[in-house]
């Protein structure tokens, strides 16, 4: 099946820096990636859904000044995690949309620690 | 508005055990429901799907069937193995690409 990258897979800092995840398809193009949060023994959260070359679209009650997500190629999404605190530690995933069977491909995962 | 329940694990079970993990969905329309699997260190990565009521996805031997009247999406295997530990999420979509994922149970099975 197709693959989806994220890096890092793991990141620890400081309280009030920013931090930023990448998300590629390493072997499909996608216009459409989804950015996920996962909490303890809960469900993965969609934050939002990335387009290629336009603007993300969030979900409810999530900052998109926080949270900021940049889809400038068709193979690369990232999410920024601006001015980082404690309660945004967390596992964060991005999936891709192959666009012509309508599967989504998931990345690994990464996870912040903000300390 | 749309949600998944699945069962909390962890759940173990001894090598050639019969698996079933609960998953109970609500939602408008007609979604699709899917099965992910999640092994350790990796994505998840689907596992089956079913599109529409009373289709049966399989894969791997695991089998879960789209049941509209009680609106569930159990899966079952027959026999697991060692290698089928992982952490199991049931989710539906509907109309966008829009997943909803349950909670995520993890399956250990032991020798």
């Known amino acids: 099946g197709a693959v989806v990258s994220q890096h890092p897979s793991w990141v620890i800092c400081k309280s009030g820096t920013s931090v930023k995840i990448e998300c590629r398809s390493l072997?499909?193009?996608?216009?459409?990636m989804f950015w996920y949060r996962q909490f303890p023994k809960q469900s993965l959260m969609l934050m939002a859904t990335?387009?290629?070359?336009?603007?993300?679209?969030?979900e409810q009650g999530v900052e998109k000044d926080k949270f900021l997500i940049n889809h400038a190629s068709l193979t690369l999404s990232t999410l920024t995690v601006t001015s980082a605190h404690p309660e945004d530690s967390s596992f964060y995933i991005c999936?891709?949309?192959?666009?012509?069977?309508?599967?989504?491909?998931f990345g690994e995962g990464s996870r912040l620690t903000v300390l | 508005g749309n949600s998944v329940t699945q069962m909390e694990g962890p759940v173990t079970l001894s090598e050639e055990a019969f698996l079933t993990i609960n998953c109970t969905y609500t939602?408008?329309?007609?979604?699709?429901l899917f099965w992910y699997v999640q092994y350790p260190g990796e994505g998840l990565q689907l596992l089956l799907k079913?599109?529409?009521?009373?289709d049966k996805g399989s894969n791997k031997g695991f089998e879960a069937t789209y049941r509209k009247e009680t609106t569930s999406f159990h899966l079952e295997k027959g026999s697991v193995q060692v290698s089928d530990s992982a952490v199991y999420f049931c989710?539906?979509?509907?109309?966008?690409?829009?997943?909803?994922f349950g909670t995520g149970t993890r399956l250990k099975v032991l020798a």
């Open positions: 990335s387009n290629e070359g336009s603007k993300a679209t969030y």
């Open positions: 072997d499909f193009q996608a216009t459409t």
């Open positions: 999936s891709a949309l192959l666009s012509n069977t309508g599967e989504l491909f």
């Open positions: 079913a599109t529409k009521a009373d």
């Open positions: 989710a539906l979509a509907s109309g966008t690409y829009k997943y909803i």
């Open positions: 939602a408008t329309g007609y979604p699709s």
